[in-house]
């Protein structure tokens, strides 16, 4: 079974800066493409970013474009979402998954089938 636990939300002014993590539990971590999503209250969670399997490649949500950064270490089985010049709009629980194909990088949900217990992220403006 597969385990995800995201760190390092909290409450940031707007403008400010946060750095998530992502820890999973299983060996083949490496092998497979991660993303982060995120869900505001009453909205429906969305993509924010992904990156393949051995972070070469990365992908992001356009509004999220220029100010946050995925990024993996395969050697610790960690994902990461540096978060820049946070906006208030960005306030929301921030999950990372794992896409059921190990090389697969979608923005929909359904194609992951493991998922983090999620992080808020508070911004104030």
């Known amino acids: 079974q597969v385990q995800l636990v995201e760190s390092g939300g909290g409450l940031v002014q707007a403008g400010g800066s946060l750095r998530l993590s992502c820890a999973a539990s299983e060996g083949s971590f490496n092998s497979y493409a991660m993303a982060w999503f995120r869900q505001a209250p009453g909205k429906e969670r969305e993509f924010v970013a992904a990156i393949n399997w051995s972070g070469s490649s990365t992908y992001y949500k356009d509004h999220v474009k220029g100010r946050f950064t995925i990024s993996r270490d395969n050697a610790k089985n960690t994902v990461s979402l540096q978060m820049n010049s946070l906006k208030p709009e960005d306030t929301a629980v921030y999950y990372c998954?794992?896409?059921?194909?190990?090389?697969?990088?979608?923005?929909?949900?359904?194609?992951?089938?493991?998922w983090g217990q999620g992080t808020q992220v508070t911004v104030s403006s």
């Open positions: 998954a794992r896409p059921v194909s190990p090389r697969s990088i979608t923005w929909n949900v359904w194609d992951y089938n493991y």
